[in-house]
């Protein structure tokens, strides 16, 4: 099963410096908090659909997939949208194509467009990631009152949005 990368404070503590000696924690921000709160949630996300059956799910094409509406797209709006490059992207779809999970259309707009779409797997697929993040969210609510977990998602959404 592929794990996506979390690094902790403490590894970073224990990692040495060009001369043996321990390195300094990392400064504490609320950039690092929520990178860190983004990679535990991503890999416990990950977890469980690999678990459900998908083991083809791993947190890159998590990334893509996430991307895309569920009615599909221009492969060109995934490239412009996802910030990678065509290249990138042909191999991701290329990979996915081969397994089952998306499909290629024509664009009937566009002669030399193509259209990427979930297949009947990739929409259960998604069905299924609906529901772990279901689950993966009332984990984290229960940790706080209902009060609390509606200020932190209110907050949240906000840093989000800006």
Request: one cysteine or more; glycine letters at 8%; charged letters at 35%.
């Amino acid at each position: 099963m592929k794990k996506s990368s979390c690094l902790t404070k403490e590894k970073n503590s224990m990692e040495k410096d060009g001369k043996g000696k321990p390195e300094s924690q990392l400064p504490e921000h609320i950039g690092w908090d929520l990178w860190r709160a983004r990679d535990r949630w991503k890999t416990r996300f990950v977890d469980a659909m690999q678990q459900r059956g998908h083991g083809w799910f791993t947190e890159a094409r998590a990334n893509l997939l996430g991307l895309m509406p569920r009615k599909g797209m221009r492969q060109a709006d995934l490239v412009a949208r996802s910030g990678l490059s065509k290249q990138a992207i042909q191999q991701f779809v290329d990979a996915l194509v081969s397994e089952g999970i998306l499909q290629r259309k024509r664009d009937p707009d566009d002669a030399r467009g193509k259209i990427v779409g979930l297949t009947e797997k990739g929409m259960q697929a998604m069905h299924d990631a609906d529901e772990v993040k279901r689950t993966v969210e009332e984990e984290i609510a229960a940790r706080f009152s209902p009060e609390e977990y509606a200020v932190f998602s209110r907050v949240l959404r906000q840093i989000a949005e800006n």
